[in-house]
């Protein structure tokens, strides 16, 4: 299978395929590994009738042409259902496209699905969707991550070349060191979220899943910019990020009470350790620093992103969109039984706490307090942006886990994203690369993170980093 768009560009070229028997390749691959579940839904005889009409255009091809992309469920693309992952969205139709799709079809990339996730992207393992978990393709019995695991798999199982993702917290990142791919959470505001179904409108970006960095990168440079539908995304001017190197040493931080976290695994830490010794020996600067928030990086995550959710998901009401309860009689129980209903577990659990820390007698104790500490977060890691190019850390503290392993415990879930949400939390770039692996074989990713709008030194660098991937010779 093609692991890049640039063989694909040559494959085209040269007369080897064209986009029909390519989309042919994705599809039938799709067929093969529906015990996955990574797709909910496939646009076969459209991805087909769009693949021979590319394939008919011989001149102004697009950049992404022959660019198979399969998205999350929960952006937008007009005409296609989207459900986020969720029974209250069921047969909801988008009426609209996401800015991103819009920009991607413009390019003349090829959307092949829509992609299983955790419901409302609230999830590190993909087992909390409507539609069932999602099999991390490496080894069946684990889960791919979450709340972008069928993004993941996809790729990781070659039944697209690049998809689109979510990050709040990790759901792009997590997913991608669990199944040895390239994630990337762009700096906040930096691609438009005009029709991704919002969980927590200050952390929510849209990214990519690749197998290469460039492919993430050339899909970001057509994605990022400003939009005149969503007024935190920026208007700087979006860099070639496909042909960004850095090729300098690099300063690299390490932070306390991170690497050394009790919670981390060991193969974990120690391939973390070999990363950092080879970038040393490469005569980087790699630096510990002194860093003593770890403890509440997933504390004021919980507290800020479920109180956005809770806000967030008041709009599911069974009036306006999706499904409304046919137990329901008057207004009160169109609302109750509706969100009874529609919603999952986790969904609940998060709207209840969402309210409770928005509530008069606790927002100080708990939501204005947990502002207090994001500010304190993004001047330090600030602060150390200005000694350091970039913060090098684990993404995740485990490999993939098998299913049903922590579904008992939510505290033990949530800790798993104790090394993602900081980029969140303060806006930054990050990417997750499939450097390293398991005894067992199972990937491990390690994750970079730049300062705000530097999006293109991280991917620069990056290029250069995934030279050593033990999964990709
Ligand atoms: N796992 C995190 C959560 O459940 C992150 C989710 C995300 O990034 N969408 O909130």
Redesign the pocket.
């Known amino acids: 299978m093609f692991q890049t768009h640039k063989e694909i560009q040559a494959a085209i070229g040269s007369g080897q395929t064209d986009l029909k028997s390519l989309v042919t390749t994705y599809l039938t691959n799709i067929e093969s590994n529906r015990h996955l579940n990574a797709f909910l839904e496939v646009y076969g005889e459209e991805a087909m009738a769009r693949a021979a009409e590319l394939d008919g255009k011989t001149t102004g091809r697009g950049r992404l042409y022959g660019m198979v992309i399969a998205i999350k469920d929960n952006i937008c693309y007009r005409g296609h259902k989207v459900s986020a992952g969720s029974r209250i969205l069921e047969g909801f139709e988008s009426i609209y496209s996401s800015t991103v799709v819009e920009r991607l079809l413009a390019e003349d990339a090829i959307i092949i699905g829509r992609l299983n996730c955790?419901e409302f992207?609230?999830?590190?393992s993909n087992e909390n969707s409507a539609y069932g978990p999602v099999l991390n393709a490496r080894d069946n019995s684990r889960v791919p991550g979450?709340?972008s695991g069928g993004s993941a798999v996809a790729v990781q199982a070659d039944m697209c070349l690049v998809s689109l993702g979510?990050?709040?917290?990790?759901?792009?990142r997590?997913p991608a060191s669990f199944c040895g791919v390239v994630g990337f959470k762009p700096t906040y505001g930096r691609v438009s979220r005009w029709g991704l179904i919002a969980?927590a409108s200050s952390f929510d970006q849209i990214g990519p899943l690749s197998h290469s960095v460039e492919d993430s990168a050339l899909v970001m440079e057509i994605m990022a910019g400003a939009d005149e539908y969503d007024s935190t995304a920026s208007s700087k001017p979006v860099p070639s990020y496909s042909t960004e190197k850095f090729e300098k040493k690099a300063r690299i931080a390490v932070l306390k009470n991170t690497v050394d976290h009790q919670g981390i695994n060991t193969e974990v830490r120690s391939e973390t350790e070999r990363i950092i010794a080879k970038l040393k020996s490469e005569g980087h600067t790699i630096e510990e620093v002194n860093f003593d928030l770890t403890d509440y990086l997933i504390p004021v995550?919980?507290v800020l992103?479920t109180a956005e959710a809770s806000s967030n998901l008041a709009r599911f009401d069974g009036v306006h969109y999706g499904y409304r309860s046919p137990r329901a009689t008057e207004m009160d129980s169109v609302y109750k039984l509706s969100r009874t209903e529609g919603f999952g577990r986790e969904v609940k659990n998060r709207i209840m706490l969402g309210t409770f820390v928005l509530s008069a007698g606790y927002y100080d104790a708990y939501y204005s307090r947990a502002q207090k500490v994001r500010r304190m977060l993004s001047e330090q890691i600030s602060e150390i942006f200005r000694s350091y190019d970039f913060i090098l850390l684990p993404t995740a503290p485990s490999i993939a886990f098998k299913l049903g392993e922590k579904t008992s415990d939510p505290t033990e879930m949530?800790l798993?994203?104790i090394y993602?949400?900081l980029a969140?939390l303060v806006g930054v770039p990050a990417i997750s690369l499939p450097l390293a692996k398991s005894a067992e074989g199972l990937p491990i990713g390690i994750q970079l993170m730049a300062e705000k709008h530097e999006d293109a030194k991280l991917f620069g660098f990056s290029k250069t980093l995934m030279q050593w991937s033990t999964l990709y010779p």
């Open positions: 955790d992207a609230m999830g590190s979450g709340s979510s990050d709040t917290g990790g759901s792009i997590q969980y995550y919980y992103s949530y798993a994203d993602t949400v969140n």
